[in-house]
């Protein structure tokens, strides 16, 4: 017997991704400004540390504000549907009738399949919310574990650029160096392991990753360093 396996945490990926992904290139932008300004490990370090808590909550918040906004409308449309159904109940006959029409559906078939969606009131009003408005169940639940899930992404991602600079043994300029070529390997790996998850090619992924997590931190870099050159010095 044929078993069909498909991949069912897109949302905690999804939340994985964001956090992750930010949690490494920000940080690290901000400290290779910095250590390009030639400021000092522990004036870098503190720096960063307070970027990725203030990241982090700023993240984490908003992960949970989408998450329960969505999960808002849903509710908000929901109730709108349903009463839809009850004053409307031809007019939204005629829409379920249009959508099947679109699938390529008619005649007796057509009259088949909308009895079948109008028959069970639950079952209209969810094809309804799916078809017509494109909207899928969002648990209000998630709201709170998709904010931890993306906050402490971001704090296990930035914590990976710092760790040179944790060392006094080198220069600033050989800890951006090793930060560049850690934050690198971190998101290459990043991208493989997401892609065992997600079942798509793990050499692509891990390459996509690297190169748009590379992007990303180079444009970061450039922001920072051109502020920190146009900032006075605080020495």
């Known amino acids: 017997m044929h078993i069909e396996q498909h991949f069912t945490g897109s949302k905690i990926i999804r939340d994985l991704v964001l956090g992750v992904s930010d949690g490494l290139t920000v940080p690290f932008a901000l400290a290779a400004g910095l250590a390009g300004a030639e400021l000092n490990h522990w004036t870098i370090i503190i720096a960063a540390l307070a970027e990725i808590a203030a990241g982090s909550i700023a993240m984490g918040l908003g992960g949970y504000l989408a998450t329960k906004s969505e999960a808002d409308t849903y509710s908000t449309e929901l109730e709108r549907e349903y009463r839809e159904t009850e004053e409307l109940p031809h007019h939204e ?11 390529g559906l008619n005649g007796e078939t057509l009259e088949s399949a909308v009895h079948a969606i109008i028959s069970n009131k639950e079952a209209w009003v969810k094809f309804m919310m799916r078809e017509e408005l494109g909207l899928e169940y969002v648990d209000p639940k998630r709201a709170l574990p998709s904010g931890l899930t993306i906050g402490g992404a971001y704090i296990a991602g930035g914590i990976f650029p710092l760790l040179p600079y944790f060392s006094n043994q080198i ?46 931190s180079g444009v970061a870099f450039g922001v920072a360093k051109l502020i920190t050159n146009l900032a006075p010095h605080p020495y």
């Open 93 to 103: 006959e005629e829409e379920v009738r249009e959508v099947f029409s679109n699938y």
């Open 171 to 216: 220069s600033t300029h050989q800890a951006l160096l090793i930060s560049m070529i850690i934050t690198l390997m971190a998101l290459g790996l990043f991208g493989w392991v997401k892609a065992k998850f997600t079942g798509v090619n793990k050499i692509r992924s891990a390459f996509q990753t690297v190169i748009v997590g590379g992007i990303a």
